[in-house]
């Protein structure tokens, strides 16, 4: 029998909790979406009913982001060049400022400084800073004591504590600087550029070995204006199509251009802006990373 309206309702509403948890423990668009999947088909595939399916599938999708990411750490320790996170284009979690915090667990940012944490410490900290499990809850999710639980989020939170991002918290403002920053950069005015950028601001691009892009890290804002007026002079003498985005919550933007036949995305970028001006610029450019776009 075909599911019901509500149940199809229900069941979307848990696909969304289930990628929400994987994707924040993966930094993985297409991880996440299989550890939604496989949970809930295992959800559909359990005989009799399940008092509480929200936890049954909190519990599922965490075990599974778990064991991905224990067999992920491994590859990223070998990546080409700095890693970052696919990117989630538009408002992942939209509504006022209730959601703030939400949001802000999905930002780039937080993501890459959580690499920082084992699998476990991970989990535990995601369940009780973001979601607000009790700690007898993530203890049972996780297979460990209460007490233990609660030492991984004490852990979690001293190995983020230093790094944690701040974020300016007007989004006007900080959309506002981000379009003065791109059109500086058309323009390859280099005093404008390092005007908006923080002078220990840091670029960061991710191109797995599959792209164009610098293989460190670019330190400074001298440095950084000088490689997005080049990068911007470069692009338009191509046919590229740029236009502003959010990633991950943050304001961004994202390029497409054609590439063989195809027109494809070939760079998300997105800012993260602290004292009114810009600390970290980020930029995706692994193919791979940005398919599901």
Known sequence: MAPSTT???????????????????LGSV???????????????RQNGSIDEPAAWTTT???????????????????YVGPWLPEPLLGDPVPGPHAQAELADSLSLALLVLMERLTPVERAAYLLREVFAYAYADIAAIIERTEANARQLVTRARKHLEAGRPRFDPDEAERDALLERFLAAAEEGDLEALEELLAKDAVLYA???????APEEPILGAALI????????GLARSGDMETRLVRVNGQPGRVVRGPEGAEIRVLSVLTVDVVDGRIQTVRVVRNPDKLAHL
Not at 206 to 212: L, R
Request: charged share 30%; net charge positive.
């Open 7 to 25: 149940e199809t309702r229900e069941l979307e509403a848990l696909r969304r909790h289930c990628f929400g948890i994987a994707y924040r423990m």
């Open 206 to 212: 991710d191109h797995g070995g599959k792209a164009m």
């Open 225 to 232: 204006a000088r490689f997005m007026a080049t990068v911007a």
């Open 30 to 44: 297409s991880e996440a979406e299989d550890v939604a999947q496989e949970t809930l088909l295992r959800l559909t």
């Open 60 to 78: 599922v999708a965490t075990r599974l982001s778990i064991n991905v990411l224990t067999s992920a750490r491994a590859r990223r320790e070998s």
